[in-house]
């Protein structure tokens, strides 16, 4: 039996656990914070599921473990600089951005990039935290302590945001999802629309971008790339070397969800192309009480963690699948009505896409 230690024991490492056990893969989901001596590394191959983490006595004996995989790889993607670094390196489309290194640097920042200026920090910020959108007059709004530990981009007009997940083998063969068309509000992902087939064009200019950067880095495993539509073509937004939340909707509109198809690359089990053969949606569940009603509409999957409820905390997900799209149509609307309020643009928005 295959053993896998995924770092961090989250909702990513919950569904990893979850994907495994069809396949006879023990998955062991482990917090930071473990002792070494109960951890069953010796005998595992070694993933995470996020990018960095703090300096513990696991983390540093994992550190050292050769079947660790992508372990060079996650510091390069964590740190928004070198990931930019790296998409200028391979000559790959992203937001024009500079180091922000001190406040003396605004004004030649704003004729450099624009009017619009968005703040990130290097490492940490996720789900909208650790980012600030800034004109000329609100430079006085960033901490102090953002200076030479972020970066400043250009802020984009773009007509809308997709991600492309993907697979590396160790053999070096890929294999890529279709483009997922994605919701934010403020920061965080609402709302998920997938196709079986996507924009012809743009699925090739994306899978040619992740290919480009799985292959420099020698990656293995599920990545996330997330683009923003322009007229010009995609420009790359941000990497996440790992499953992500704009691929939960594959769970249950794939013929192999994105978290199956990471451990079979790293365990080294077949990669075939996954077959997607009707649209789905995945709505993202925040901050809200579980409620057995949106289970009476046939289409629904629920996806709970099985954490605390908090303001802003990803709780679980819906997914719906169906080759009938005014069918999907017919469940969202029925769904609005079972979650808050601040569900319904999301919904309409994925109703707009099934259109």
Same mark, same amino acid.
């Given at each position: 039996?295959?053993?896998? $230690?995924?770092?961090?024991?989250?909702?990513?490492?919950?569904?990893?656990?979850?994907?495994?056990?069809?396949?006879?893969?023990?998955?062991?989901?482990?917090?930071?914070?473990?002792?070494?001596?109960?951890?069953?590394?010796?005998? /595992?191959?070694?993933?995470?599921?996020?990018?960095?983490?703090?300096? %513990?006595?696991?983390?540093?004996?994992?550190?050292?473990?050769?079947?660790?995989?992508?372990?060079?790889?996650?510091?390069?993607?964590?740190?928004?600089?070198?990931?930019?670094?790296?998409?200028?390196?391979?000559?790959?489309?992203?937001?024009?951005?500079?180091?922000?290194? /001190?406040?003396?640097?605004?004004?030649?920042?704003?004729?450099?990039?624009?009017?619009?200026?968005?703040?990130?920090?290097?490492? +940490?910020?996720?789900?909208?935290?650790?980012?600030?959108?800034?004109?000329?007059?609100?430079?006085?709004?960033?901490?102090?302590? $953002?200076?030479?530990? $972020?970066?400043?981009?250009?802020?984009? *007009?773009? /007509?809308?945001?997709?991600?492309?997940?993907?697979?590396?083998?160790?053999?070096? !063969?890929?294999?890529?999802?279709?483009?997922?068309?994605?919701?934010?509000?403020?920061?965080?992902?609402? @709302?998920?629309?997938?196709?079986?087939?996507?924009?012809?064009?743009?699925?090739?200019?994306?899978? =040619?971008?992740?290919? =480009?950067?799985?292959? &420099?880095? *020698?990656?293995?495993?599920?990545?996330?790339?997330? $683009?923003?539509?322009?007229?010009?073509?995609?420009?790359?937004?941000?990497?996440?070397?790992?499953?992500?939340?704009?691929?939960?909707?594959?769970?249950? +509109?794939? !013929?192999?969800?994105?978290? &199956?198809?990471?451990?079979?690359?790293?365990?080294?089990?077949?990669?075939?192309?996954?077959?997607?053969? !009707?649209?789905?949606?995945?709505?993202?569940?925040?901050? %809200?009480?579980? *409620?057995?009603?949106?289970?009476?509409?046939?289409?629904?999957?629920?996806?709970?963690?099985?954490?605390?409820?908090?303001?802003?905390?990803?709780?679980?997900?819906?997914?719906?699948?169906?080759?009938?799209?005014?069918?999907?149509?017919? =469940?969202?609307?029925?769904? @609005?009505?079972?979650?808050?309020?601040?569900?319904? !643009?999301?919904?309409?928005?994925?109703?707009?896409?099934?259109?």
């Amino acid at each position: 039996m295959k053993q896998v $230690c995924v770092l961090g024991n989250g909702q990513l490492g919950r569904m990893l656990r979850q994907a495994g056990e069809p396949l006879g893969i023990a998955v062991w989901p482990i917090g930071l914070d473990a002792e070494p001596e109960a951890v069953p590394f010796a005998q /595992s191959v070694i993933t995470a599921e996020i990018e960095r983490w703090p300096e %513990t006595p696991l983390t540093r004996e994992l550190a050292r473990h050769p079947a660790f995989v992508n372990r060079d790889v996650f510091p390069v993607i964590a740190d928004r600089l070198t990931q930019k670094q790296l998409f200028d390196k391979l000559e790959l489309a992203t937001a024009p951005w500079q180091l922000l290194a /001190s406040a003396d640097e605004w004004p030649a920042v704003f004729e450099r990039l624009g009017d619009l200026a968005i703040v990130k920090r290097r490492v +940490g910020g996720y789900d909208g935290r650790g980012q600030w959108r800034l004109r000329a007059a609100d430079t006085a709004q960033l901490p102090q302590d $953002c200076y030479g530990e $972020c970066i400043v981009e250009q802020g984009i *007009n773009f /007509s809308g945001e997709v991600s492309l997940v993907g697979a590396r083998a160790q053999d070096g !063969s890929t294999v890529f999802y279709p483009l997922t068309h994605n919701l934010h509000q403020d920061g965080i992902l609402r @709302t998920s629309v997938a196709f079986p087939q996507a924009n012809a064009n743009q699925q090739a200019q994306a899978e =040619t971008m992740l290919s =480009t950067i799985l292959h &420099e880095l *020698n990656y293995v495993g599920v990545m996330a790339m997330e $683009c923003f539509i322009t007229p010009g073509g995609l420009l790359i937004n941000e990497l996440a070397p790992r499953v992500h939340n704009s691929g939960h909707w594959t769970q249950n +509109g794939a !013929s192999i969800s994105q978290f &199956e198809l990471h451990l079979r690359a790293i365990v080294g089990l077949p990669l075939p192309q996954p077959v997607v053969d !009707s649209p789905s949606v995945m709505v993202n569940l925040i901050g %809200t009480d579980l *409620n057995y009603d949106w289970l009476k509409l046939p289409l629904i999957h629920l996806h709970w963690y099985d954490k605390e409820v908090r303001a802003g905390r990803k709780v679980g997900h819906l997914n719906l699948t169906d080759s009938d799209r005014d069918r999907l149509s017919a =469940t969202l609307e029925a769904l @609005t009505p079972l979650l808050p309020p601040e569900y319904a !643009s999301g919904i309409a928005w994925a109703q707009g896409k099934l259109g």
